[in-house]
């Protein structure tokens, strides 16, 4: 255990957010789910409704850092019918006992990525910077976090910059590496 109500997870799109649910947000519970933070926290297991479920995502992806609206918006699309609740219900459960408890140390790492996986994630930046008429250069010196969401940034953006097909960006890649070594 830590002493840090912090907890990081993922709603169903690949993406690791923070979620922490602070002294503003535990009131708001209140509020919004019609009783008090620590008697919800002790009876989730039997009796969570699913609005409780999306209420504490949503607080928590705020006390995480996210803006009210896109926190709204991601929980609207991961967090209610036609989907499982089943990953919400946990992140919930997770966040609220993370207000109680703390985090285990294990909820605070990440999930390593393979190296095939990290070799991806970074050609298909690289593609798309280059596509988009962008030096694949503002990587330099990012955080991976940052990283994510100049990926995330694009990704929202492909309408006007779509990957080159392999060929092409093999080609690209070539040319980098000969003036690299210049």
């Known amino acids: ?13 690949g993406k690791r957010r923070r979620l922490y649910l602070g002294a503003d947000e535990l009131r708001i519970i209140k509020r919004e789910a019609g009783r008090g933070y620590y008697s919800l926290y002790r009876s989730f297991a039997q009796d969570a409704e699913p609005e409780e479920v999306a209420a504490v995502v949503r607080l928590a992806l705020i006390g995480g850092g996210m803006a009210p609206t896109d926190a709204g918006d991601l929980v609207d699309y991961y967090c209610r019918p ?8 946990l992140l919930a459960f997770q966040a609220l006992s993370a207000a109680w408890n ?3 140390a294990k909820s605070i790492k990440a999930k390593p990525m393979t190296v095939d ?22 990587m330099k010196g990012k955080s991976f976090a940052e990283i994510q969401d100049l990926m995330a940034d694009l990704s929202n953006d492909k309408a006007k910059a779509s990957a080159p097909d392999v060929e092409t960006f093999n080609a690209i890649k070539a040319t ?3 003036g690299r070594k210049k």
């Open 102 to 104: 703390g985090a285990e």
């Open 1 to 13: 255990m830590t002493d840090t109500p912090i907890i990081y997870g993922d709603l169903g799109d």
């Open 176 to 178: 980098a590496k000969k």
């Open 82 to 89: 036609p989907r499982p609740l089943k990953d919400a219900y």
């Open 117 to 138: 996986e990290m070799d991806s994630y970074f050609i298909d930046l690289e593609a798309a910077l280059l596509k988009g008429g962008h030096d694949p250069s503002v």
